[in-house]
């Protein structure tokens, strides 16, 4: 298991780069994560669930390795959003806040935009 819990935190851009950054994501002290991940110690069944369900892991692959790693998300922008509130990156925050709380216009104009770079990035991959 010491070795599937490394991959999972690794396989998490945003809280997976360090084991203390994964730790804080948790919210279980560093110390402990470093115990799983060495096999100093087995997380106990509460742990599993919490990490499972954090990370959307598949229970059986924490535990056994059966595949896959990731369970299905149903709905993945409600996901998306509570790993967004649980993190700690406060451009994405605040941009979804400010683009919440504009009006109706200025939310089809930065659409738009979007769109029209979107477009211009196709365009130069085809030159």
Known sequence: MKDRIKEL???IPEHGKTQES???FLG???SN???YESGRRTPSDGIIQLICEKCNANEEW???????MLKEIPNKLAFYLGQIEGGNDEFIKNLLE????LDP???KALRVLAEKMVEKTKNRGQN
């Open 9 to 11: 935190r690794k396989s």
């Open 62 to 68: 924490l535990k056994n390795g059966n595949e896959p």
């Open 22 to 24: 994964f730790a804080k």
């Open 28 to 30: 279980i002290p560093k």
């Open 98 to 101: 400010i683009y919440m709380e």
């Open 33 to 35: 994560l470093s115990s």
């Open 105 to 107: 216009d200025s939310k």
